[in-house]
């Protein structure tokens, strides 16, 4: 079985301060781990993905994630906010023998100008 | 077009009507995903196909879903005798592995249907 969990519901940041949107898996395998991001009446955009090979990786629009194998976490960075910023983000693992995706449920980042 | 695409935007049928959703996945991709979203919740898996094969049909909530990609390219959720609780986001996903390989391929989405059942 494998699942993802958000725990925070809702995030509020500056623009120009830090961003982290946190993010916790659950694989019975090696995790493939993916970030999206969902703008309002638009599908899920693809952000960054951790296969293999170095822990930080780096994605569109400045973003970036840090995979946790100990902690089994992959939260979402950015160093810079940006009002443009705003959506609701979506982490989502699938074991390296699985094809289908499982989704958190999203939180909604909100920065302000 | 280079991305997914996904036909109607948005669907409003009364309780007990049959529906036809279809996506058109970018081109030459094998894989094809049909993932629900139920509002205020993330995605969840409903079929797979490779090619025209439906090889995962495991999220399907009931016998009244059914998918299908006959030519390997074109996909269509038909929903039939619609219920309130089919009510949400239906989005279609696909990427580019190749036949029987799992691979580390992302899957692109696109921009999904609104389905309303009054």
């Known amino acids: 079985a494998q699942s993802v969990a958000q725990p925070e519901d809702q995030v509020n940041v500056a623009e120009g301060n830090p961003l982290t949107v946190k993010c916790t898996y659950s694989?019975?395998?090696?995790?493939?781990l993916f970030w999206y991001v969902q703008y309002p009446n638009r599908g899920l955009q693809f952000l960054l993905k951790?296969?293999?090979?170095?822990?930080l990786v780096k994605g569109s629009y400045g973003f970036e994630a840090e995979f946790n194998k100990s902690q089994t976490s992959f939260h979402l960075k950015k160093p810079s906010a940006l009002v443009s910023d705003s959506a609701l983000y979506f982490c989502?693992?699938?074991?390296?023998?699985?094809?289908?995706?499982?989704f958190g449920a999203g939180t909604t980042v909100t920065v302000r100008a | 077009g280079a991305g997914v695409s996904q036909s109607p935007r948005y669907k409003v049928a009364k309780r007990g009507q049959d529906v036809a959703l279809r996506c058109d996945p970018i081109?030459?991709?094998?894989?094809l995903f049909w993932y629900q979203q139920a509002l205020g919740q993330g995605p969840e898996f409903l079929t797979y196909?490779?090619?025209?094969?439906?090889?995962?049909k495991s999220g399907l909530p009931s016998d009244r879903f059914f998918a299908e990609r006959p030519e390997g390219s074109v996909s269509t959720l038909k929903i039939q005798r619609t219920q309130q609780e089919d009510s949400a986001v239906y989005l279609c996903?696909?990427?580019?592995?190749?036949?029987?390989?799992?691979?580390?391929?992302?899957?692109?989405f696109g921009p999904g249907t609104r389905l309303t059942v009054l």
């Open positions: 694989v019975s395998g090696n995790p493939y």
């Open positions: 951790y296969i293999t090979g170095d822990n």
């Open positions: 989502a693992v699938r074991d390296i023998n699985d094809y289908k995706l499982s």
């Open positions: 081109s030459g991709h094998v894989s």
């Open positions: 196909f490779q090619n025209e094969a439906q090889l995962d």
């Open positions: 996903a696909s990427s580019s592995s190749l036949a029987g390989g799992i691979g580390t391929d992302t899957q692109y």
